[in-house]
């Protein structure tokens, strides 16, 4: 399949390189907290949903069916959503600096556009002769 024919999101191999290095400023950012209950707490959290955002979307990108693909960036976009919401708890409990969260809040927020953008787009080209590179559909 031709690249002009696929969407934006998907054929984006600087999105996988892009989520894959938030996952790891996730991994650095939790290794900073302290070792309080709390700290332990949203770092576990933070780490789950935070990795998970780029495994789902390397997922996404090898979707069998179209149904399939915008599942899949749905779970990209809830994993997404959900880390901007530990790391907004992680700021208001003021166990980091809002200062060094505002970069992180912001990669959180991208993957959830993008997302949604992804997902209203293949809605839209649902029934046509559209195809997810590196899958089997069609």
Not at 20 to 42: E, N, Q, S, Y
Not at 61 to 80: L, N, Q, T, Y
């Amino acid at each position: 399949m031709r690249s002009a024919e696929r969407p934006e999101a998907v054929s984006d191999p600087d999105l996988k390189k892009r989520t894959k290095a938030f996952a790891l400023r996730i991994l650095k950012l939790v290794d900073a907290l302290p070792k309080t209950t709390a700290g332990r707490t949203l770092s576990s959290q933070i780490v789950r949903s935070g990795t998970s955002v780029a495994a789902n979307y390397r997922a996404a990108c090898r979707a069998k069916s179209i149904a399939d693909f915008i599942a899949k960036m749905g779970i990209v976009e809830e994993e997404a959503d959900e880390t901007l919401f530990w790391l907004e708890l992680l700021e208001e409990s003021e166990l980091v600096p809002v200062a060094k969260l505002t970069a992180i809040k912001q990669e959180a927020n991208e993957p959830i556009a993008i997302t949604v953008a992804s997902i209203k787009t293949a809605r839209r080209n649902r029934h046509s002769a559209f195809r997810i590179p590196h899958s089997e559909f069609l």
